[in-house]
């Protein structure tokens, strides 16, 4: 298949109506397998880029745990805004970040000055924002590229640099690694660059 895969199958659904704005590209159902957890996300295209959604229900760190979250990219598949919700015990937490037209980073009026020029978000509760970088770069098979995303940490939210390669190392298959190669994990995709498989760690029911 050639490299527009993921275009192509995006293109093919333009058709299908939604009252959700945009349209549905795909439905998800993830399972993980290294603790209690299940998501429901979805992939839905609009006239300005794609949006992300997901509610993930979790035990995590002892404590019952939901989160729901928003990821909104350009076109091109650049972060544009990440709403995430989230209760852990009886603690509920609320997280807003944007990025502007400069590539600089906002967590409401505060600059994270340290994140400029920063593209890609990476929610660690979940597999879906994998696919922000695996459809951004645009990797051929045999191509490997490093960059660093603005990685969530949970339940506490944190916000750390992580640096990040992707290799895609088939048509539907990509090696991830980050901190410098410390954690490896191969992904498996669909046509529209949503994991399917993500080592042990998670895997797609639908």
């Known amino acids: 298949m050639n490299?527009?895969?993921?275009?192509?199958?995006?293109?093919?659904?333009l058709g299908q109506k939604t009252t959700i704005p945009g349209q549905l590209l795909q439905s998800m159902?993830?399972?993980?397998?290294?603790l209690p957890s299940l998501e429901h996300g979805r992939l839905y295209r609009h006239h300005t880029g794609f949006t992300l959604t997901g509610m993930v229900v979790?035990?995590?760190?002892?404590?019952?745990l939901h989160c729901s979250y928003e990821v909104e990219t350009t076109r091109s598949w650049q972060t544009r805004k990440v709403k995430i919700k989230l209760s852990s015990g009886t603690e509920v937490q609320s997280l807003h970040l944007e990025r502007d037209d400069d590539g600089?980073?906002?967590n409401g009026d505060?600059?994270?000055?340290?994140?400029?020029?920063?593209?890609?978000?990476?929610?660690?509760?979940?597999?879906s924002t994998n696919t922000l970088p695996i459809r951004r770069l645009k990797l051929k098979?045999?191509?490997?590229?490093?960059?660093?995303?603005?990685?969530?940490?949970?339940?506490?939210?944190?916000?750390?640099?992580?640096?990040?390669?992707?290799?895609?190392?088939?048509?539907?298959?990509y090696r991830y690694e980050?901190?410098?190669g410390a954690?490896?994990?191969d992904l498996e995709v669909d046509e529209h660059g949503l994991v399917t498989r993500y080592a042990d760690v998670w895997s797609r029911a639908r």
């Open 3 to 13: 490299d527009n895969i993921y275009a192509e199958a995006d293109n093919h659904l």
């Open 29 to 34: 159902l993830w399972n993980r397998h290294d």
């Open 58 to 64: 979790a035990g995590l760190d002892g404590r019952p």
């Open 104 to 106: 600089r980073w906002w």
């Open 110 to 127: 505060t600059e994270l000055t340290g994140f400029a020029g920063l593209t890609d978000i990476d929610l660690g509760i979940t597999p």
């Open 141 to 173: 098979p045999g191509e490997s590229t490093s960059m660093t995303a603005v990685w969530i940490q949970f339940p506490s939210l944190t916000i750390a640099p992580l640096p990040q390669q992707y290799t895609r190392t088939g048509e539907y298959t």
């Open 178 to 180: 980050s901190n410098h």
């Open 183 to 185: 954690y490896q994990a």
